[in-house]
């Protein structure tokens, strides 16, 4: 199995950056697909977007497609979710999930592994 940590959160103004991180331990990393999803207060968990385990391939949601940018580096035993154009909306807590799976999808059930989680506040 794999453990996640996410790091990279914090404040920022409307229209800034953010890069997360999300590291693996464990298990080969580039066994698993990746992928982010956001919770904020309130609301259910949603997906973000994922990464195959090869990097190869990258889905996103409607919502930060065009704004983030998803990319790996498995001998680093990290994937990284590039955030730009941020937007009040985005404000949640951001968490990276794995799957020891080829296709990864955009539903929480489908992922096996979960981090903690990192604060990603946007203000206006």
């Known amino acids: 199995q794999v453990q996640l940590v996410e790091s990279g959160g914090g404040l920022v103004q409307a229209g800034g950056s953010l890069r997360l991180s999300c590291a693996a331990s464990?298990?080969?990393?580039?066994?698993?697909?990746t992928g982010w999803f956001r919770q904020a207060p309130g609301k259910e968990r949603e997906f973000v977007g994922a990464?195959?385990?090869?990097?190869?391939?990258?889905t996103y949601a409607e919502s930060v497609k065009g704004r983030f940018t998803l990319s790996r580096d498995n001998a680093k035993n990290t994937v990284y979710l590039q955030m730009n154009s941020l937007k009040p909306e985005d404000t949640a807590v951001y968490y990276c999930?794995?799957?020891?799976?080829?296709?990864?999808?955009?539903?929480?059930?489908?992922?096996?592994?979960w981090g903690q989680g990192t604060q990603v506040t946007v203000s206006s």
């Open positions: 999930a794995a799957r020891n799976t080829i296709l990864v999808g955009s539903t929480t059930q489908e992922y096996d592994y």
């Open positions: 464990g298990d080969i990393f580039s066994r698993y697909g």
């Open positions: 990464i195959r385990r090869t990097g190869g391939s990258t």
